[in-house]
């Protein structure tokens, strides 16, 4: 999968993940959006308005394209493997709830583990070629799960051991991705190219899910994995055509001298984060609810497919439908923040998930009565998320320094989905000792609160997103 959207990574739940990585319909609508507010909430006027409605729009930028095809293959092929992957765990191989939860931990270790490395790194290299080889080595990973179903020695330590690879391999990506937008567009342009990529993202999942509960029933959930695998190839075939060169970073130098250390890099990353009120405090919200969504979804499957069960089709067309929501999100969140203002839309879009995330708890055995209500969580969740994202990534991609992007992003993975792992455990372990539902409900809770870190902190009052010329960090 070409993390980052609102989706969890490969191989694990359809969830609707905070601070996806926005990098990563209808082409007027979207023009619209970036003439008529820049920057998700700032409103122009006299030269600058001319400046903005002069500007040609994205689709005929042809690096970017190649960039937004590459990320709409692969969510597209994504949705077979998210929905397919804990279906072979729980269905197919009958793992129980909490080695379902630890495949979902697992695929998420690789981000506690080597984000703040990987971001130093990242900061010192040329981020495309990392892409390219993100994506083909995510491909080779998935393509052995069919291939030992075949061979018949599937079983769940190979598929932990697939998601810890390719995990590893999206942090580098997913750090490179969202650090390689703002070298490829020019400031103003960052929204645009944000909610274009969330509108691809939105058809994406709103074909994908269905599609791949369809490929599950008729070719078997391991085969169907073979559709994504290939998604990958595509995708880093079409980003090794950009044609922008990146200059390779400058290494840093300290006060004597000599190159800094791969630590102090760290480090600085690190204090540039904590050390912004506004970064601190949308970090520990996006972190907060992504402790509850993923202590939900690491048992979700086990819920749906074995206590409620419910089809791998009926679900999948629910998350499908679903995604009506990311694309309503990607469509309004730029006027809304227009409108309303950058800081107002974080706080009502987060405080949002959390009673969409609680309707999973009133999700019955009846296919009939659980589609719909499924649907609307899900249509409530997508929209908060992709609103959520566009504005809070917009604002931090546009105030910090190209040379500081890679440290940035990763620190806030770091913290962000760093926690993910901790909630699929603690979701696991908790529902080894009270009932899947309440389980549920305790972490749909500590996901609702998240909105708290945002709404008492400074990032209320933002009206707009800084116009702030990018120099040293």
Known sequence: MRQGQTGSPVPGYHARVLESPVSSGDANLVTD?????????????????????????????????????AATISLMGSQVSQLAVPFIAAVTLHATAFEVSLLAAIQMLPFLMFSLPAGAWLDRVRRRPVLIAGDLGRGAALITIPVAYALGVLTIWQLYAVAFAAGLLTVFFDVADQSYLPALLEPDDLVEGNAKLQISASAAQIVGPGAGGGMIALVGAPFAIVAD????????????????????????????????????????????????????????????????????????PVFAFVQLGLSAALVGLAFGLGSFGILAGAMTAAPLSRRLGVGPMIVLSILLSGPALLLLVLLPSEPLVAGPLLLVS?????????????????FRQAITPLEMQGRMNATMRFVVWGIMPVGAVLGGVTASFIPLRETILVAGLVSAASFLWVLFSPVRSLREIPKQVRGPA
Request: charge should be positive; aromatic fraction near 8%.
């Open 378 to 394: 899900q249509l409530l969740l997508g929209y908060s998320a992709v609103v959520y994202n566009v504005n809070q990534v917009s």
């Open 33 to 69: 959006l970036a003439t008529e507010a820049v920057e998700a909430g700032a409103a122009p006027s006299g030269a600058a308005a001319a400046r903005a409605s002069q500007r040609p729009s994205l689709w005929r930028h042809a690096d970017y394209m190649k960039i937004w095809s």
């Open 229 to 300: 695998a290939a998604s990958f190839v595509a995708s880093g075939g079409l980003i090794a055509l950009v044609r922008k060169h990146e200059p390779k970073p400058e290494r840093k130098r300290s006060a004597d001298g000599r190159h800094t250390s791969l630590r102090h890099d760290i480090v600085e990353g690190l204090r540039y984060v904590l050390g912004d009120r506004h970064l601190r405090m949308i970090a520990a919200c996006t972190g907060t609810s992504n402790l509850g969504s993923s202590m939900v979804f690491a048992i979700f």
